[in-house]
């Protein structure tokens, strides 16, 4: 961005960035990569050939182009999003469109819904009173049913400069949860394409899809193949950031929040420009560099990935995201094969690369990586230092936010990590400090100054969450006179904060330390314990490659504490490790915090955003179909099989692994009984 131009909203920018750099390119759909990874995973001497293969089939250098891979320019997308943005205020307003599906339903065509009242809560209204008196435009809903690609770029862009509201369907989620989503948002349109960028895992959409016969509102089918047969063309439009009504808010992301039951969350372009300008300010992209989208739609996250990349001229890297669902080390080809100079990443995909990173990453890597951008779960003190051993060359920074702040709202850059640890032993990185126009308090319980709940306020907060009915009550709250708006926060003009739900300690620095999650808490005899610590300790094991810690409330203070836990090397030692990893932490932790039962498992259910799913570790079926009982060929097994039948016939459990707490198990069997 350049510094002499005023920014105003994303539209504009967009609109200046392309403008002055109509030939270069700004996006590649890196199919030909894929299909070098590919070969690799099937090669049985890949690693030392994959920098052949790149070489061979390598036709551009400034950037990288292999065979099969396919750009854009700016001002491919620019006349795509003139196009696209001018078809859906028409469609929005009546017309027909010659690639409009109007749905049928039991014979019978459904009319989409037209005008309507988005925001049904009466609570929502007092938010959007109290953060903006003047009155706003509730903007229309836009289903964008797309994987990453320019397609799902373009479409985002349109919608922005229509004034509306896009709503992020991602095509990897269950059928289910995409009607359920679409149903919810009571969508007006929904935009759907077969992705350019490789392989897709659904259909073009036509009248057989199952969406199209499934959904109650019009879908347009679109085709940038058809914007790029097009000449050049205008749009009458008028800026969003000109309208006379600002529109409540631009985007609608369905989170599973705490509950896990799904919660539309309404994000400003405020939120979205703030955090933009504030990473353009502090880390300033210069257009020289090449950025990689990742991450799923579902993600907020994902925003910032393009947003940070089309803004500012940059070359924006788009893996075939299916390839990168299957075998995410392939990440680790993208990187190499692009010279990636930024990558955003939650600290568990890290964790999963991280024996192939060391073993086989070259010096390109090393060298081009500029920035690693961490977010979305605890950052590990301990992941930091072999990152930082790995990638001495690369800054490192960990962000801290939520959908509900617009992805980020503090900041900690891990050069300042050395530091701290003079003064503060610390398990994990700190989140750091507010980003600009953002404003975090800490609320205390009983008196305890430096720990408690993180309330956010500012620029960044969401305005309420879609058709839910007592948001005034639990997320929205004015702070007690004591607290407030810092003086360079000019934008919180009421003071109006969001409930994080999240527990932070903070530094004598200022830096705030995440403890974990009010709802990840739990008190064992009275002593609370944060389900996160455990987890922090046990990835500190050597031989533990990542671990997730989950928790089963019973009568009284009885609680039954589980560790799931994923091994380095899969083939060694198995279950026999247990016992050594609950001796390991007995000198590490208060008895009472030790997990009663640890099972070992290859993989860990996630979420569409890539975080562990807790809620599905929780689950029998998960439970019955990841405990293993493999003593292995030990001249102990006779032993062994003795007192784990003892165990059985004492207890009448069906399944027992071998670190099982005799009198732990006895007492959760007799509370549920």
């Known amino acids: 961005m350049n510094s002499n131009t005023q920014y105003c909203c994303i539209s504009h920018e967009f609109f200046r960035t392309a403008s002055t750099n109509p030939n270069k390119i700004a996006v590649i759909h890196a199919s030909g990569v894929a299909n070098l990874s590919r070969e690799k995973s099937t090669s049985p001497n890949s690693n030392n050939d994959f920098t052949t293969l790149l070489e061979q089939r390598v036709e551009s250098t400034s950037p990288p182009l292999y065979h099969g891979d396919r750009c854009f320019t700016y001002s491919h997308i620019l006349n795509s999003v003139h196009s696209l943005s001018s078809r859906i205020r028409s469609i929005l307003h009546g017309a027909d469109d010659p690639h409009l599906i109007t749905t049928k339903s039991q014979g019978n065509i459904v009319v989409h819904c037209g005008e309507r009242t988005v925001l049904t809560s009466e609570s929502l209204k007092n938010v959007e009173a109290m953060v903006n008196p003047s009155q706003e435009y509730r903007p229309k809903i836009v289903g964008i049913y797309m994987p990453p690609s320019v397609e799902y770029i373009i479409a985002v862009l349109s919608v922005l400069r229509c004034g509306e509201a896009f709503l992020p369907l991602d095509p990897f989620w269950p059928n289910e949860r995409i009607l359920s989503v679409a149903s919810s948002s009571n969508a007006d349109l929904i935009i759907g394409s077969q992705s350019s960028c490789g392989q897709s895992n659904f259909d073009r959409l036509d009248e057989s899809h199952w969406l199209v016969k499934s959904i109650s509102c019009p879908v347009l089918s679109y085709s940038i193949e058809e914007n790029l047969q097009e000449c050049s063309c205008s749009t009458d439009l008028a800026w969003p950031c000109a309208n006379e009504k600002k529109r409540s808010f631009c985007y609608l992301m369905y989170t599973s929040g705490s509950s896990g039951k799904p919660k539309g969350v309404c994000g400003t372009e405020q939120g979205l420009s703030n955090r933009f300008v504030w990473m353009q300010g502090v880390y300033p992209l210069t257009g020289q560099e090449l950025l990689l989208f990742k991450s799923s739609i579902s993600f907020i996250d994902h925003l910032q990935e393009f947003l940070s990349s089309i803004l500012t001229a940059c070359v924006l890297v788009i893996p075939p995201f299916k390839e990168l669902k299957e075998n995410a ?82 900041y900690f850059d891990c050069k300042r990590i050395p530091l701290i640890l003079k003064e503060e032993m610390l398990t994990s990185v700190p989140i750091g400090l507010p980003i600009t126009n953002c404003d975090v308090v800490l609320i205390g319980d009983n008196n305890v100054s430096n720990e408690g709940e993180l309330y956010v306020g500012g620029s960044c907060i969401f305005r309420g969450y879609y058709n839910e009915s007592d948001i005034m009550s639990d997320e929205f709250v004015k702070l007690p006179q004591s607290y407030g708006c810092k003086d360079s926060v ?183 009984n």
């Open 329 to 410: 080390y392939s990440i680790i080809d993208f990187l190499q094969a692009y010279s990636v100079n930024r990558l955003t990443a939650v600290p568990s995909l890290i964790r999963t690369i991280l024996p192939v990173l060391q073993t086989h990453a070259d010096m390109r890597i090393e060298s081009s990586l500029k920035l690693l951008v961490l977010s979305g779960e605890t950052f590990p003190l301990t992941l930091w230092e072999t990152l930082s051993t790995i990638l001495p060359k690369t800054s490192i920074l960990n962000l801290y936010g939520s959908t509900e702040v617009a992805g980020d709202c503090t």
């Open 490 to 672: 000019d934008v919180c003009q009421s003071e109006l904060y969001f409930r994080t739900g999240d527990l932070v300690k903070q530094l004598p620095s200022g830096d705030f330390i995440y403890l974990g999650r009010k709802d990840r808490i739990v008190k064992v005899h009275g002593q609370r314990i944060a389900l996160e610590e455990v987890e922090i300790l046990l990835r500190e094991h050597p031989y533990i490659n990542d671990a997730a810690v989950v928790c089963q409330n019973l009568q009284a203070d009885l609680v039954f504490i589980e560790a799931f836990i994923i091994l380095k090397d899969k083939q060694q030692l198995g279950e026999l490790l247990v016992p050594a990893i609950r001796s390991w932490m007995i000198n590490k932790l208060p008895s009472v915090v030790l997990p009663n039962r640890f099972i070992l498992t290859e993989s860990f259910p996630i979420t569409s955003s890539g975080k562990i799913n807790y809620k599905l570790l929780v689950s029998s079926a998960l439970l019955t179909k990841n405990v293993k009982d493999k003593i292995g060929n030990t001249s102990c097994i006779n032993l062994l099989q003795l007192i784990k039948k003892a165990f059985h016939d004492a207890l009448m459990v069906e399944k027992l692994c071998n670190g099982d707490d005799f009198f732990m198990l006895g007492a959760w069997i007799n509370v549920c």
